[in-house]
C-alpha cells in the first residue's frame, strides 16, 4: 500500500507553521506558511502547505499577484471553499490598508507624485473604478480621505455637491480629487474632463481650491495640474 500523506499536524512541532512562528518568530515563516496558517487545512492530496505554494505559483509568488486574485479565483483551488478564501482575501486588503495608513499619518501633499504614492497601492489593481478626494488645510497637510463614489469598469458617478459639503464640514482650504482606470489608459475622458472643470468652478464658490485631479492605473498616473489643465 502507499505510503498515507502526512497531515500537518504529523509534522515535526518545529515545522508547523504556527509552531514555527511562537518558537522562531513571524520573520522566520515562508509566504506558504503564512498563507496556510490563514487557511487552516489543506485538501485530501495537499496540506495546507503545499495546497498555499500551489496558490501562490498560480501569482508567480508575488503577494502583489495574490492581492489580485478574488473570492471565486481562490476557490477555483481543491480544497479552498467560500470562507478560506475570503481570509485570503482579508489579510491581503488589511495589507494595503496598512501601507495607506503609514503614508497618510502627517502627510504633506507637495507634488502629484504624493499622491500617485498614497493611492497606487490602493487603486492600482482594482477592476472597477472608484473616485476618492483628499481634503488638505492651509499648509496642504492632509485632513482626511475620503472614497466618493464606486463604479464598474467604464465609470463611475460622482456627486459635487457630496464633495463640497465634506469640505466645509472638514474646513478644508483645498482638495485633490483621484481616480482608477482599470483599462490601464491614462487619457482622460470626455466626463473626466467636465467632472474636473465644474469641481474647480465651484470649488472656487466656496472658497476651496482643487488643486489636482489624477488618474492613477498600477505603474503610473495622469495630473491635471502637471498637464496644465487645471
Not at 477555483?76 to 482579508?90: D, N, P, Y
Not at 501633499?109 to 482594482?126: A, E, M, N, R
Not at 472656487?204 to 495640474?225: G, N, P, Q, R, Y
Request: with cysteine.
Amino acid at each position: 500500500m502507499p505510503d498515507k500523506k502526512l497531515k500537518i499536524k504529523d509534522w515535526s512541532r518545529e515545522d508547523r507553521p504556527r509552531e514555527k512562528l511562537m518558537a522562531k518568530g513571524i520573520s522566520a515563516l515562508s509566504d506558504a506558511e503564512l498563507v496556510a496558517i490563514l487557511i487552516h487545512s489543506g485538501n485530501r492530496e495537499e496540506t495546507a502547505v503545499e495546497l498555499s505554494q500551489k496558490i501562490l505559483r498560480s501569482a508567480q509568488n508575488n503577494l502583489h499577484e495574490l492581492g489580485k486574485l478574488t473570492v471565486r479565483d481562490l476557490k477555483k483551488f481543491k480544497g479552498m471553499g467560500e470562507a478560506k478564501a475570503i481570509a485570503i482575501v482579508a489579510a491581503m486588503e488589511l495589507g494595503k490598508r496598512r501601507a495607506a495608513n503609514a503614508v497618510i499619518e502627517k502627510m504633506q501633499i507637495t507634488k502629484s507624485s504624493d499622491v500617485f504614492d498614497l493611492f497606487s497601492p490602493q487603486l492600482g489593481d482594482l477592476p472597477y473604478e472608484e473616485f476618492w478626494v483628499l481634503f488638505l488645510n492651509r499648509s496642504n497637510r492632509l485632513i482626511e480621505k475620503q472614497k466618493i463614489s464606486q463604479g464598474g469598469i467604464s465609470g463611475t458617478v460622482t456627486d459635487i455637491r457630496i464633495i463640497l459639503r465634506h469640505a466645509i464640514e472638514l474646513q478644508a482650504s483645498s482638495m485633490i480629487v483621484c481616480h482608477n482606470h482599470p483599462s490601464g489608459g491614462l487619457k482622460p475622458s470626455q466626463s473626466d474632463m467636465d467632472i474636473t472643470k465644474k469641481l474647480a468652478e465651484a470649488g472656487k464658490l466656496m472658497d476651496v481650491k482643487l488643486l489636482d485631479h489624477l488618474i492613477v492605473t498600477e505603474t503610473s498616473f495622469f495630473s491635471f495640474a502637471d498637464e496644465g489643465l487645471l
